[in-house]
């Protein structure tokens, strides 16, 4: 499949941007909260967000496969076919638009060979764009676009550490131990790899749950701003290897 990202690109941006304008209506009125059956709490905002994007993704790439996380389930023979596929995740960070906070993102990413070539980040109530095209990273904001660049971890300055705002641990407090001095910046959704890419915090170490499209997106903009992201034992993260659609624990720094 030849796939033109920077043709793609502009395109992307442009239905994350709807979706979260469609958030942003829902967001500014009351809202019904459900629970799915992982007991995670999913909205009216989910689901809208997520028809405007699925239909906007058929509609341009008819041929490329869709996993969002409030799409239906793909079984895994099917699954495992497929080299190159769009994961989403409409409203990444429910807990933060219930508690209206603003920290929310809509995420889309391409996956091709297990790996992200393409990811676009919105944050609707802070109107910031981040995404990658074949030149790097970029934040499109106020009607100014800036190339992003992630800053390396300093060996004897105090290092600025991204922390989930929702899932603080335990496990979290022990991987810091390893540095002299440490600077806490709690932040929720797909933000944290955001954060790194725009040389905001120096590392965002996850050592709690998430699944693909937690992290597709915002590892795209991360790694096109000269970040790794990287498991525990220094290998890349993967996409579709495997049947669990789970993340291994992992780290974002460059």
């Given at each position: ?44 905002a989910d689901i809208a967000a997520n028809d405007i994007i699925v239909a906007s ?131 929720g959704s797909s933000l944290k790899f955001c954060l790194i890419a725009e040389g ?51 780290v974002v720094a460059k």
């Amino acid at each position: 499949m030849d796939i033109s990202i920077d043709h793609l690109v502009s395109k992307i941006n442009d239905i994350a941007v709807a979706a979260g304008q469609e958030i942003l209506d829902i967001y500014q009125r009351d809202f019904h909260v459900d629970m799915k059956d992982d007991n995670s709490p999913v909205t009216e905002a989910d689901i809208a967000a997520n028809d405007i994007i699925v239909a906007s993704l058929r509609t341009i790439t008819p041929d490329i496969p869709i996993l969002s996380e409030e799409g239906s389930s793909i079984p895994w023979d099917e699954r495992k076919q497929w080299q190159t596929f769009w994961l989403v995740d409409p409203l990444d960070g429910t807990k933060e638009f219930i508690k209206r906070n603003g920290e929310f993102t809509v995420n889309i990413a391409l996956i091709h060979n297990q790996q992200p070539i393409l990811g676009v980040v919105y944050a609707p109530v802070l109107d910031k764009l981040y995404y990658t095209t074949t030149q790097g990273a970029f934040l499109l904001h106020d009607g100014n676009t800036t190339q992003l660049s992630a800053l390396a971890i300093p060996e004897n300055e105090t290092v600025k550490v991204v922390g989930s705002r929702s899932h603080a641990s335990p496990e979290m407090a022990l991987y810091l131990t390893r540095y002299k001095d440490t600077d806490i910046i709690p932040v929720g959704s797909s933000l944290k790899f955001c954060l790194i890419a725009e040389g905001s915090a120096h590392c965002y170490p996850r050592l709690g749950p998430t699944c693909w499209w937690d992290t597709g997106a915002g590892h795209a903009v991360a790694c096109a701003a000269g970040a790794k992201v990287v498991q525990l034992d220094g290998s890349p993260l993967l996409y579709n290897h495997q049947e669990s659609v789970l993340n291994p624990f992992f780290v974002v720094a460059k």
